[in-house]
């Protein structure tokens, strides 16, 4: 790797920490990176992972004040993205690299849909529940752990555009703030960066000079974005997720 290929590559882990910890959707800025300073898919994709994990602490540590209050929510979920990012990083060894080619785009177009009615939607369900005399389930019931299983199962087995999933599921299911929900999102892609990183280290082969360099650039931007943030209001911050998703969804299509 020559000296521009790597500041290249530290370039993208600054962007990729940053737009991880305020939405999501990194790998979609250091993937392509390293593909184009020569290293294998595969090597790429699992280089990436654990390059990105200290940016997800970073990030997470960020949020700390909107996750207070939260420890019994982030172990439910947490338990969810423990599984879910195991198994998908199982699966991106076993399975052929096309095999989400097709169902990814779709995942995120959907997600970006409830993104955008999520505002609608949730005074429809406050309403509903109102009128029957119900409450909101405090951890959004049965579905959302398995929305977020199933989100994180993508995520370990490559992730891009993972947290606006996430935050699109948890959005409409939970009666929290933008900027709370953000922080849980954080943690889950933590987890599942974290777990999917350590099955690689004894099943697959790093390029450690990505890795490194991926990892100083993420931890610097987990601390931008967390500033970032935080700072956005709701209306903003859906701006920026569907701007996001839908830079992903192209990137998916043309590549």
Known sequence: MSLWEALAVLAAGVAAGTINTVVGSGTLI???????????????NVSNTLGLVPGSLSGAIGYRRELRGQRDRLLRFGAAALCGGLTGAVLLLALPSSAFDTIVPVLIGLALVLVVVQPRLSRALQARRAGNG???PEHGGLLLPLGLLLASVY????????????LSLMGVLLDESWQRI??????LALIVNGVAAVFFLFVADFDWA?????????????????RIGRRLPPTALRGVIVVVGIAAIVQLLVK
């Open 155 to 166: 995520g370990g087995y490559f992730g891009a555009a993972q947290g606006v999933i996430y």
């Open 30 to 44: 250091t993937f392509p990176v390293l593909l184009a300073v020569g290293l294998p898919p595969v090597t790429a």
């Open 134 to 136: 119900t409450h909101a």
């Open 182 to 187: 953000n922080a849980v999102k954080n943690v």
């Open 210 to 226: 990505a890795v490194g360099l991926i990892a100083a650039g993420a931890a610097v931007g987990g601390v931008i974005g967390a």
